[in-house]
């Protein structure tokens, strides 16, 4: 699976959008972007997946740039519960794997 | 629909034992995978289960093993407990298995080996 690349923490102020940038410059044509959050003590969370074409969801929206080599997720209006580690996973379509390889992912801070 | 449930949430185990964990995944899914997550090394998986098959495993040593049952529950077992398995362990289940299916996890049971 390509590596991915993040950074390690962001701020956002409630109410504004956060924007968490991804880079996966060796992502190969078959290969899904995932996002998922971790909210301190809980078990991740899955958040929305895309493979070429932006998504969005009740969630969050997706970008994909044009070459695939990185991505945002964006949470629209983050509020105090948005606080969490956000994984951004790439994920090989075999079609018989489910394993999930995650990084450090960036640790969003909302606050007042 | 109820979510992922994993039992025990908490445990305290000595060195040199050994321990068994508990998954149920949410009604009708038929994937459940497991991982362990460390300060040290963040969230590892472990090993995947479809249809009472292992599917799909992770770089642990063989005293990390699971299997799962016909109603889709899973169990992952460690033997001769080391202080670095010290970790949360976290069950997730899906729909079937494969790249698009996304995974629920649920609330993980948090072994502490003394």
């Known amino acids: 699976d390509a590596k991915t690349t993040q950074p390690p923490s962001m701020d956002c102020a409630e109410g504004r959008a956060a924007n968490l940038p991804c880079n996966h410059s060796?992502?190969?044509?078959?290969?899904?972007v995932y996002w998922y959050r971790q909210i301190h003590s809980q078990g991740p969370q899955y958040i929305i997946h895309?493979?070429?074409n932006n998504e969005t969801n009740e969630m969050a929206s997706l970008i994909i740039t044009e070459d695939r080599k990185s991505s945002t997720l964006i949470l629209p209006h983050a509020t105090l519960r948005d606080t969490a580690v956000y994984y951004c996973?790439?994920?090989?379509?075999?079609?018989?794997?489910?394993?999930?390889?995650f990084g450090t992912g960036t640790r969003l801070q909302v606050t007042l | 629909k109820a979510g992922v449930t994993q039992t025990p949430r908490y445990l305290i185990k000595t060195r040199g034992q050994q321990v068994t964990l508990s998954c149920s995944p949410i009604?009708?899914?038929?994937?459940v995978s497991w991982y362990q997550q460390t300060p040290g090394q963040g969230l590892q998986f472990l090993f995947e289960?479809?249809?009472?098959?292992?599917?799909n495993k992770g770089n642990f040593p063989g005293r990390f093993s699971g299997r799962q049952f016909s109603n889709s529950r899973s169990e992952m077992n460690v033997s001769t407990l080391e202080l670095g398995d010290s970790a949360l362990y976290l069950c997730?289940?899906?729909?079937?298995?494969?790249?698009?299916?996304?995974?629920?996890f649920g609330p993980g049971t948090r072994l502490t080996v003394t």
């Open positions: 997730a289940s899906s729909q079937s298995t494969g790249f698009s299916y996304e995974q629920y």
């Open positions: 289960y479809f249809s009472e098959t292992q599917r």
């Open positions: 060796t992502i190969s044509g078959n290969e899904y």
């Open positions: 009604s009708g899914h038929r994937s």
């Open positions: 895309g493979l070429k």
């Open positions: 996973i790439v994920l090989i379509a075999t079609g018989t794997a489910s394993k999930l390889t």
